[in-house]
């Protein structure tokens, strides 16, 4: 049983920061052993990825938000952040946090790997 919630949306000017949290509950498996990643979905829009990070900690990142945004996670805790800096109109949309226990290599951006997602958090930018 995997089960992800997330937190920490909200609404922001052009510019402003926020800062995603998304906590993996999961019996059996330790946390760490999971792929996860950050994705959004705009009105009318697929769901995109946003940056992911592995079990080993290594990080990737769409291209829109390099430089802007930073994925991390917190073992301990059993939580994944997202932290989003200088965010524009076009961040808006809802923002799902995913897991997985295997993608493959250079992947990790892809959403149709991940079986396990939270229920979204809303995040709505005002230019």
């Known amino acids: 049983q995997v089960q992800l919630v997330e937190s920490g949306g909200g609404s922001v000017q052009a510019g402003g920061s926020l800062r995603l949290s998304c906590v993996l509950s999961?019996?059996?498996?330790?946390?760490?052993?999971?792929?996860m990643g950050w994705f959004r979905q705009a009105p009318g829009k697929e769901r995109e990825g946003v940056a992911a990070i592995d079990i080993d900690g290594s990080t990737s990142y769409a291209d829109s938000v390099k430089g802007r945004f930073t994925i991390s996670k917190d073992n301990a805790k059993d939580t994944l952040y997202l932290e989003m800096n200088s965010l524009k109109s076009e961040d808006t949309a809802m923002y799902y946090c995913?897991?997985?226990?295997?993608?493959?290599?250079?992947?990790?951006?892809?959403?149709?790997?991940?079986?396990?997602w939270g229920q979204g958090t809303q995040v709505t930018v005002s230019s």
């Open positions: 995913a897991a997985e226990k295997m993608v493959r290599a250079g992947l990790a951006l892809d959403p149709r790997w991940y079986n396990y």
């Open positions: 999961v019996s059996g498996y330790r946390y760490s052993s999971y792929y």
